[in-house]
């Protein structure tokens, strides 16, 4: 047991399982005797009412100031304003008053009830505020040293709600991604509603807003998921002063467009994928957003190619890196890390941009990873390949071209009908959303990872794809009982570092601190602080819900926290469980409501 004693623990649990999430009437707010838990009001949209704030009622609200651009590209250490912090997506703080020395004295500073639903959300904080965007549509605005509720939007909904990342800060807006497809722009002050954008479709079914805006160029920038959608998904631009869209550009060309003539001569209503369900990246001297685009999942047409010139079956832009200019929508560089994807090994993760020494000169990098957990290096301005680091897991590429990049596939996994092929790692990934982080100083990257595999057979009995690929997990072959990772990488030197295996797989994004410690939460609803050097775990603690979602750390004042929000579970971690129960029996206690958890020194 940690320094967080075994009676806090329980007094804290004791509390959430014996207090109702919401209280009866619509406008009641209380707090426990910390003053720190707040109980919402419902309404018949998702449970939450609105309450916007007099800005003058509150110091934190009236002092608040505008996130500029320049604050934006270079912000201040105590705060984190977007979804990695920075544009550059590294999940990394320059904050080290929590270190390896002392992490041991981390203790539960406070805690905040939050909705219950699905959700993996990333909390923002700037001038001691903390904005939340929580499930149902709810955004929440918070004393970030002891989570006294300043204001609360709720955005009413006949459609069903999506998990988010969370939101964006720009000037005195709060950007809002809603379930059903609209962006709002809130007063940060009060809450109250700026514009209102809807996304005009010819049909909404089966799409999904889930990423977190990115700010770039004037412009908010969202990606479209639509996994199963004819025609694919998209990235949109919306004015941030006017709330009106600007550009869209469409992740699945259409015929005759550049690249619509790599999808097997299908047509546009046959062609999937291509959801954009994570944040871009965003270099502002390049002036360039980087996002990642999802595979396809009617692959059968694009099982083996047509034999027509200039017709293939590389399916654009599937599985690709797309460098796009954030003002007018324009398409700079693509680069498509692997062809004809018949596995759903999506390469659709963050895109983190580094410096690094490539053969004496120092470049700025976009480093990212698919499914396969094997992260590529390109030149951030033009796209050129550069390197490749494999975490040993995946077996589906026998070699990678060192010149081009270009995957070669191992011909032993391709999907067969007559042969049980064991393809490493299983659909679900060997890594997934749950977001790398890097100390750019030390190049080390730390990547929670998932090593389980599937043993596949093309007897058209499989749903996931209409290639009918049959896909059982299994575990990987001379499996030693431990199927979580946490991989550190050694981007300078372009090899593994430590790794720290166990049988509970990561449930959250990882988090680095110049204190040097990465933070992780684990199914088993512990979150726990690694030293970067070595993966030695220096501290844990035991949550009362799993913390499936994207950890922050910020600083108020004189004192640095750290913060993750536990209870909103997600798709993933639903599969996980199944797997850890199928492959370790493993059986989490019935959880606690969903919470904002918050740790700082004593």
Not at 68 to 93: C, H, I, K, M
Not at 193 to 202: G, N
Not at 235 to 247: F, H, K, N, R, S
Not at 286 to 307: C, F, H, Q, R, W
């Amino acid at each position: 047991m940690n320094r967080i004693t075994h009676a806090l623990l329980c007094c804290v649990a004791v509390s959430f399982i014996h207090s109702p999430v919401f209280a009866q009437n619509e406008e009641e707010a209380t707090e426990n005797s910390g003053g720190i838990i707040q109980r919402y009001g419902r309404n018949a949209a998702n449970g939450i009412s609105s309450v916007t704030a007099d800005p003058n009622s509150s110091n934190l609200l009236r002092n608040y100031s505008s996130v500029t651009d320049e604050l934006l590209q270079n912000p201040p250490d105590a705060d984190w304003v977007t979804w990695r912090r920075t544009y550059n997506n590294q999940g990394f703080s320059n904050l080290d008053q929590i270190n390896r020395e002392n992490v041991v004295d981390l203790e539960l500073a406070w805690n905040q009830l939050v909705t219950v639903g699905n959700n993996m959300p990333t909390p923002l904080v700037h001038d001691g505020i903390m904005f939340l965007y929580s499930a149902g549509d709810v955004v929440l605005a918070l004393d970030a040293t002891n989570g006294e509720m300043l204001w609360r939007y709720s955005h009413d909904s006949e459609v069903a709600t999506s998990h988010k990342f969370g939101i964006a800060l720009h000037e005195n807006k709060v950007l809002v991604p809603t379930s059903n497809f609209h962006m709002v722009a809130l007063d940060a002050r009060s809450g109250e509603v700026i514009w209102d954008h809807a996304i005009e479709m010819e049909d909404y079914d089966g799409y999904q807003l889930r990423s977190a805006p990115t700010i770039a160029g004037g412009q908010v920038i969202q990606g479209m998921a639509a996994s199963f959608v004819p025609g694919g998904g998209f990235i949109v631009a919306i004015d941030l002063e006017t709330g009106t869209e600007t550009w869209r550009f469409n992740t699945i060309p259409r015929p005759g467009e550049p690249g619509g003539n790599t999808w097997n001569n299908m047509p546009v209503e046959e062609r999937q994928g291509g959801s954009v369900w994570n944040t871009g990246a965003y270099d502002p001297e390049l002036d360039l957003v980087y996002y990642g685009v999802s595979p396809t999942y009617n692959t059968a047409p694009l099982l083996y190619p047509l034999n027509i010139d200039g017709v293939t079956n590389e399916a654009l832009y599937t599985n690709a890196t797309l460098a796009i200019r954030p003002a007018t929508g324009e398409l700079v560089w693509y680069y498509q890390h692997v062809v004809n994807d018949q596995h759903d090994l999506d390469w659709i993760f963050e895109r983190s941009i580094v410096e690094l020494d490539v053969n004496g000169q120092t470049r700025k990098v976009v480093v990212t990873a698919g499914k396969p957990a094997l992260f590529d290096a390109l030149d951030a301005e033009t796209g050129q390949y550069l390197f490749s680091v494999d975490t040993g897991f995946q077996n589906l590429f026998a070699a990678i071209n060192p010149e081009t990049g270009e995957k070669i596939p191992n011909p032993n996994i391709f999907p067969d009908a007559e042969e049980i092929r064991t393809v490493c790692p299983y659909w679900q990934g060997g890594r997934n959303w749950h977001a790398s982080s890097i100390n750019n100083e030390t190049g080390y990257l730390f990547v929670p990872m998932f090593e389980v595999c599937m043993d596949t057979l093309l007897d058209g009995s499989g749903t996931l794809l209409t290639s009918g690929l049959r896909a059982d997990t299994r575990p990987v072959p001379d499996n030693d009982g431990n199927y979580g990772r946490l991989q550190a990488i050694d981007l300078k030197n372009r090899e593994l570092a430590w790794q720290h295996r166990e049988e509970i797989v990561p449930a959250s994004a990882s988090l680095a601190t110049a204190g040097g410690l990465v933070f992780l939460g684990y199914l088993d609803s512990k979150f726990k602080a690694f030293d970067q050097s070595n993966g030695e775990i220096l501290w844990e603690t035991q949550l009362d819900a799993i913390p499936a979602a994207f950890p922050i750390t910020y600083a108020v004042g004189d004192k640095q926290y750290v913060a993750v929000v536990a209870g909103q579970l997600n798709i993933h971690t639903g599969v996980w469980l199944g797997l850890q129960n199928q492959f370790s029996g493993f059986i989490p206690e019935t959880p606690g409501p969903a919470a904002l958890w918050v740790f700082a020194l004593d």
